[in-house]
């Protein structure tokens, strides 16, 4: 399953734990599930991307958390930064069920594939052009070599 696919997946649908729906998660478990590093969880939380609850020393962290650290990874996978995730989910607590929210990271999510459209464009001619040279050098040298 890709990151968007889980990101946008239903929350039920990967949630079951004996018939029921999970709602609390450890550091440890959300570190094994998405692969990564208990320090990135912390880092999330300190920038307010994440706000889990404290029972003493240990986190514990809502379904919302974990939805949001979905989010969160599938963003940067795709080039955005932290601030436009945040900013992103932020939009959430409107309370217009998620209509803004979505629909400004639709806006966001076509104005990201137009700037790789124009980076796959940059790289297509970049390409094309170092091919060329390394074709003409590869020309001279073997002329030199006879």
Do not use: N
């Not at 880092?43 to 404290?54: G, I, N, V």
């Not at 955005?80 to 999510?109: C, H, I, N, P």
């Amino acid at each position: 399953m890709s990151l968007s696919e889980m990101a946008f997946s239903d929350e039920a649908a990967d949630l079951r734990k004996g018939g029921q729906r999970k709602e609390q998660f450890t550091i440890h478990e959300l570190v094994t599930e998405f692969e990564v590093t208990s320090r990135t969880l912390r880092f999330y939380e300190e920038k307010d991307l994440l706000t889990p609850m404290r029972r003493g020393q240990e986190r514990i962290y809502s379904r919302r958390d974990r939805a949001r650290l979905k989010l969160v990874l599938m963003g940067k996978s795709v080039g955005f930064s932290l601030e436009e995730v945040k900013s992103m989910l932020d939009l959430y607590d409107l309370g217009d069920g998620q209509a803004t929210q979505l629909r400004v990271a639709l806006e966001r999510f076509e104005e990201k594939l137009a700037e790789l459209d124009r980076r796959r464009r940059d790289i297509d001619h970049a390409y094309a052009e170092l091919s060329h040279a390394r074709d003409t050098v590869r020309g001279r040298l073997a002329r030199q070599q006879k």
